[in-house]
C-alpha cells in the first residue's frame, strides 16, 4: 500500500504546474488514495498500429496477467499533452543522455505520428507489490537486444531503445500525470476502485479492446520493424544519387550497391534473427569500409560538408553512414539536412530511426560488433 505522503514524495521529484496531484488527494477517498498503487499505465505507441500488430501485444499483455480496467485512444497528442510526458528535472520519458532541444523534438514526432493506446492497468500477481513496479519488470530493458527472454520488450521488439512499442509509468505520481492525458480524474479513481474491489477480475479482455475500439486504426505504412532496413535503403538513395545525377559509374560503386542490396535483403527476411541481423549487416559495413579506403584513399574521415563538390560530399556522406562507429558524434539532423539538398528524400520516419539509433549506437548494438569496425 503506498502511503499519501509517499504519494507527494514521489510527486515532489519533479515541478509541474499541473493540479493533479491536489485534484486527486481533493477528490478520492481515501480508500481509493491507499490502493493508487493497485493500477499502472501503459501507453501503447503508433508504430502498435503501423505495424500492425496491436492485437498481438494486447492478447500478450492478458497472457501476462495484466487486467485492464480502462483504456482510451488519441488520435493525436498535443503540446500541452506532451509536456506532462516530458520534465527535464525528473525521470525523463527518453534517457537523460539526450540533450533536451532533441529530446523535445523526439517525442513530438513520436507521438503525432499516429494515434496513441493508453490502458490502465491492474494484475492478478500483484499481491502486495506495486503495480508501476511490477510493470517496470514485465516491460523489460529499453535497449531490445539486451531485454531478458520472457519480456514485453524482447517479445516485441522495437526498431532501438528509444523507439520503444510499449511505455509504463514509472510510480503512481506518473500514472496520475501522465494519465491526466488520457483520462480525466474520475475515470482513474474509478479503475483504483475497480482493482481494489474486483481482485483479479478485470473491465475488457484484450480481443474486445481490439475488436471494438482499436482494429480500425491499423494503418500499414512506411514504418520498418528493423533499422538495418532503414539504414541500408538511406545508403541506396545515397548510391542513385551518385551514379544517377553524378554520372560516378565506377566499379567500386556497383561492388557498394551489392552489398547495399544484400543489406536491404537479409533486413527485410522475415526469418533472419535478430542476432544474426546484427552479425550479417556488421558484416556488410565492414566489406563496404574497406572498399571505399581502398578505392577513396583522399575520404575525409571527420567532415562531410563539401557542398561545392557534389561528388565527394556524397562520398563522404556515405562513409560517414559506414563509420557507425563514430556515428555518436555527428550531427545526424544537419545532415540529413546535406541529404536533403542534394535532393534525397528522407521521411520523417526514416529521419527519426536513423537519429535515434546513431545517437546512442554504443548502447543499441553488442560492443564486440562496434569494436570490429575499430580494427
Known sequence: MLTKDELVSQFNEFSTESNILSDFLNNAPNDAIESIDKIGLILLAPENFALGIMEDLLL???????IFLDFTIKDQLSDEDLTLLYLPNCKPFVPVFIPNDFRWWLIKQRFTMGPVCAILVGSKDCGTNSIPRLLEGLKGYRVPYKAKVNSIRAKFPSINGILNLVHTSHNSAFVLREGSIFFDLKRIIQSILIARDKGNQGTFSAQYIY???????????????????VY?????KILNRLTFKEKVNTETVSQL???VNDGIRIATENYVKREELFTLAFSIIISQKEI??????????????FVNDPVNCLLNSFYTLVSLENAHNVDWIEYIKLLDAFGITVSEWEELVIETTLFNINQEFP?????KLRQ
Open 60 to 66: 500478450y499483455l492478458e497472457k501476462k496477467n495484466l
Open 211 to 229: 475488436n471494438n475500439y482499436l482494429k480500425g486504426y491499423d494503418f500499414h505504412q512506411e514504418s520498418s520493424k528493423s533499422f538495418f532496413e
Open 232 to 236: 541500408f535503403r538511406l545508403q541506396h
Open 257 to 259: 550497391f551489392v552489398l
Open 292 to 305: 571505399i579506403i581502398s578505392n577513396f584513399p583522399s575520404i575525409n574521415k571527420k567532415e562531410f560538408l
Open 367 to 371: 560492443e564486440a560488433l562496434i569494436n
